[in-house]
């Protein structure tokens, strides 16, 4: 809790402020808004993929590799590397629903609020276009996350389920992503921002695995990863009308849109990898001075005893969730009849209650496992 407050407190007090001021500010060497903004444009980001996602997304995972993961995720009590990392799953997935939808419904005061204004009918036209594609970059990229890993389960293992937290972090990943360019991409473009988003969740995800950094609710594919592609997306999307109906400066667009042009103008995108370098480097530098200080005084990890028995319990005096666990004999047995069974549905192949039966009289179906 000390390392919350204390974090949150730099965070937000000290290293925030300079990525925002360099984004948005009349000032900011970064800033469309600036006089002479860098390169003829600045760097386009409307709501913030790059300030505000990405920006605590690097701070994620510079805390991630500081502090290490938790306890039996990547290594037993002996130290020793698991086969398989093992999984923490969360306690209600209904709660993760709602939390995700409460995001995605403040999206739309975060995205449209941006645009500032809509007294006129130019800025409401505007606000209303970043609406648009608010909606849909979440929807596209918690169907390409969803269906992408479906995909790849079912040919590797011949089963296809549908995994509800990519889901639901393949669509905040698609509302990261849109975030910087809502206001200067078109609705198509919105929608082959969001797919892609959706696959770049689940690399994301899966490289964190790979390096075992462990972020407990992916908040560095989400944010960090969403972010970065959210950024760059923008110089490559961006339309030429939009750019002067939003900001006023269409000097530079979408590198897409320079090729239709007929010029290779790489300065927009270049501006957008610039941005991107900025963060990284601003955030990581600083936030990792300080959370290094933090983990030198103890301050930020908790006893391991504390740990093994949960916060919960040992910071705030009991239980949140009674939850009884699932029998891991049948789930063990449900995997163990699954296995084998590659290139073919499980559920078609297993047997009807009335053939099990035949084959075993005098017994029922429910008598019977049907592995």
Request: aromatic share 14%; net charge negative; glycine share 12%.
């Amino acid at each position: 809790m000390q390392a919350y407050l204390f974090y949150s407190f730099f965070l937000v007090g000290f290293c925030y402020p300079i990525v925002a001021r360099a984004f948005w500010s009349p000032y900011g060497f970064l800033s469309p808004f600036n006089e002479n903004p860098l390169w003829g444009t600045g760097v386009i980001d409307l709501a913030g993929s790059g300030p505000v996602h990405m920006t605590g997304g690097a701070a994620a995972l510079v805390a991630a590799i500081i502090l290490g993961p938790r306890r039996g995720r990547f290594y037993d009590d002996e130290g020793n590397p698991l086969p398989i990392p093992r999984e923490f799953g969360p306690h209600s997935v209904a709660l993760q629903f709602l939390g995700t939808f409460c995001l995605w419904f403040g999206w739309y005061g975060f995205n449209p609020g941006s645009v500032l204004t809509i007294s006129s009918a130019k800025s409401g036209q505007i606000a209303s276009m970043v609406a648009v594609n608010t909606t849909l970059g979440a929807a596209s990229a918690a169907v390409s996350a969803m269906f992408t890993l479906s995909f790849f389960e079912f040919y590797q293992s011949g089963l296809t389920t549908y995994d509800l937290t990519a889901t639901m972090n393949g669509c905040l990943t698609g509302l990261v992503a849109i975030t910087a360019g809502c206001a200067t991409v078109e609705p198509w473009a919105a929608v082959v921002i969001g797919i892609i988003a959706g696959w770049v969740y689940l690399f994301s995800s899966w490289l964190c695995v790979t390096l075992k950094i462990d972020d407990a609710v992916d908040a560095i594919p989400v944010h960090f990863s969403g972010g970065m592609w959210g950024v760059w997306a923008t110089g490559l999307f961006s339309a030429p009308r939009l750019m002067e109906a939003a900001f006023g400066n269409s000097t530079n667009v979408g590198w897409f849109y320079e090729w239709g042009r007929g010029s290779a103008n790489f300065t927009l995108m270049g501006l957008q990898i610039v941005g991107t370098l900025f963060i990284i480097g601003w955030t990581c530098t600083v936030m990792g001075i300080f959370f290094t200080i933090l983990n030198y005084f103890n301050l930020f990890r908790i006893h391991y005893l504390e740990e093994e028995v949960g916060m919960d319990i040992s910071f705030h005096k009991g239980k949140a969730y009674e939850i009884q666990d699932v029998n891991q004999e049948k789930v063990e047995e449900l995997d163990e009849s699954r296995s084998g069974r590659s290139g073919q549905s499980f559920r078609k192949s297993s047997k009807t209650a009335k053939e099990v039966d035949e084959e075993v009289p005098g017994q029922s179906a429910a008598e019977v496992s049907e592995s």
